[in-house]
């Protein structure tokens, strides 16, 4: 592989894991952001605004793979696929590699709607793709934690269970997509164990040595049911190695 790959949101949590990957796989990597170049970047470099299309062009031009790590994490993620899939049409077809999310299709969530109409986009793209679906990373579950570490308890929704995954095994999983042969859906990958959300407040507690009472909230609506229902979860996917603890271990 002689042409760029390349990442959109390749700053991100995701993204650079992803980068990092194919680096060591002596990959052509391209990076997309929104920011500047940082002075200590040694690859290639593509700054542009999904949302606006500004620098899009330039920056697909002439890439074998788009692998699409990039989120605005609210509404707007379907008309940024929509841009990049566009903008890919005209510049050659390249394979577009998407990162979405288990149980977006019964799970009653904005966000979820989002990611869900992307999928639809891509699928009807004209473009060679690839959609893998992953759960929750385990970064994910712990800001959950974290950005309670004022309150005087922490607060977990009742009923949840999470099968978080590790960000470098999704990475991984990606980069190996992006090297093969596109491959539509592909099936959901998940962490190596389900949790109960107390369960992994408890263990944040223990890795940053906090005791103070978890307080399990009912959460009422359709999303909650789901949630409960365990429409989050791939079981039968769970292909992920690293454990919430690994990842804690790693923080620490």
Request: glycine content about 10%; hydrophobic content about 40%.
């Amino acid at each position: 592989m002689t042409k760029p790959i390349l990442v959109t949101g390749g700053t991100g949590d995701l993204g650079r894991e992803v980068v990092r990957r194919l680096r060591a796989g002596d990959l052509p990597v391209r990076i997309m952001s929104r920011r500047p170049r940082p002075s200590d970047e040694p690859g290639e470099w593509a700054r542009c605004d999904l949302r606006t299309g500004t620098g899009l062009a330039e920056a697909i031009a002439d890439v074998s793979v788009i692998i699409h790590c990039a989120s605005t994490l609210g509404r707007g993620d379907e008309q940024v696929t929509r841009n990049l899939a566009e903008a890919a049409r005209r510049a050659g077809s390249p394979h577009l590699v998407y990162i979405s999310i288990v149980g977006i299709d019964v799970i009653r969530f904005f966000y979820y709607k989002e990611k869900l109409a992307s999928e639809k986009v891509i699928e009807e793209s004209g473009l060679p793709w690839t959609v893998l679906r992953a759960t929750q990373f385990h970064d994910l579950v712990t800001r959950a934690s974290a950005a309670q570490r004022r309150l005087p308890v922490t607060f977990m929704p009742s009923g949840f269970r999470f099968q978080p995954v590790s960000t470098g095994d999704v990475a991984d999983r990606l980069v190996a997509l992006a090297s093969g042969e596109p491959s539509g859906r592909v099936p959901d990958m998940g962490g190596p164990e389900v949790r109960t959300a107390r369960d992994l407040a408890e263990a944040y507690q223990r890795s940053v040595g906090r005791r103070k009472p978890i307080v399990s909230l009912w959460l009422p609506g359709k999303a909650s049911r789901a949630f409960r229902a365990g429409g989050n979860l791939t079981p039968e996917n769970a292909t992920g190695v690293g454990t919430f603890e690994d990842f804690l271990t790693s923080r620490s």
